[in-house]
């Protein structure tokens, strides 16, 4: 068995929320119970420099401390890299105009359409 064998996997989940897009990294993604939702969990934030302090990667700890477990819906997801290590965590601005609102909306394409109607 190979050192890479052993080590968990890290993910790479890049997604927006409010006209932000966020890149965060977690050692466990699920399709979640919950319809239309991925499930992630253990969180992982580099121990950096004190004497460099990112703010986008500072309001990224203080968002998530001590959340055990997020879920964040599908249609907010960009994209998902199984990575080989970390890098730092990111808040950034989104670059298309529709993306820059205050309001999210929920989806309601992701339920199937009931019969016994």
Do not use: C, W
């Amino acid at each position: 068995m190979s050192s890479k064998d052993k080590t968990e996997p890290l993910y790479r989940v890049v997604f927006q929320q409010q006209g932000e897009v966020y890149e965060i990294y977690a050692r466990y993604l699920y399709q979640s119970d919950l319809y239309g939702f991925i499930e992630l969990e253990q969180l992982v934030f580099g121990e950096r420099s004190a004497l460099v302090l990112d703010p986008g990667e500072e309001k990224l700890k203080s968002t998530f401390q001590g959340v055990k477990r997020t879920f964040i819906p599908l249609p907010a997801v960009i994209r998902i890299d199984e990575v080989d290590s970390e890098g730092p965590p990111r808040i950034t601005e989104a670059l298309e105009p529709d993306m820059k609102s205050n309001v999210t909306h929920f989806p309601t394409h992701f339920f199937p359409p009931r019969d016994d109607l």
